[in-house]
């Protein structure tokens, strides 16, 4: 069984930063893509950004410049860096990654979300 567990999250003032951190833990073989997406109330999931195994990255427009994603394949994690936060950023933040596990094929895997506001 595989869990992706965020933390991270929380309450901040228009232009601060938070930093979302992201573990996955389980019968782990491979993990590839990795990224963050969010929902805000009334709106879907959408996408925040991604990165491959390798490093490289991808990012929504409206955060580009602003949020940065980085990795760390050694220890099954994934961070979200956020400068210059905007009301407009207020969602919940959910981990995604395409596992391999031991036992199955490659499977999306999804954390639970972490709560982020932006508000003065």
């Known amino acids: 069984q595989v869990q992706l567990v965020e933390s991270g999250g929380g309450l901040v003032q228009p232009g601060g930063s938070l930093r979302l951190s992201c573990a996955a833990s389980g019968n782990i073989l491979s993990i590839y893509d990795m990224g963050w997406y969010r929902q805000a109330p009334g709106n879907q999931r959408e996408l925040v950004g991604t990165i491959t195994s390798g490093g490289s990255t991808n990012y929504a427009d409206s955060v580009k410049g602003r949020f940065t994603i980085s990795r760390d394949n050694a220890k099954n994690t994934v961070h979200l860096q956020m400068n210059s936060l905007k009301p407009e950023d207020t969602a919940v933040y959910y981990c995604?990654?395409?596992?391999?596990?031991?036992?199955?094929?490659?499977?999306?895997?999804w954390g639970k979300g972490t709560q982020v506001a932006v508000s003065s």
């Open positions: 995604n990654a395409e596992i391999r596990t031991w036992l199955s094929r490659r499977n999306d895997y």
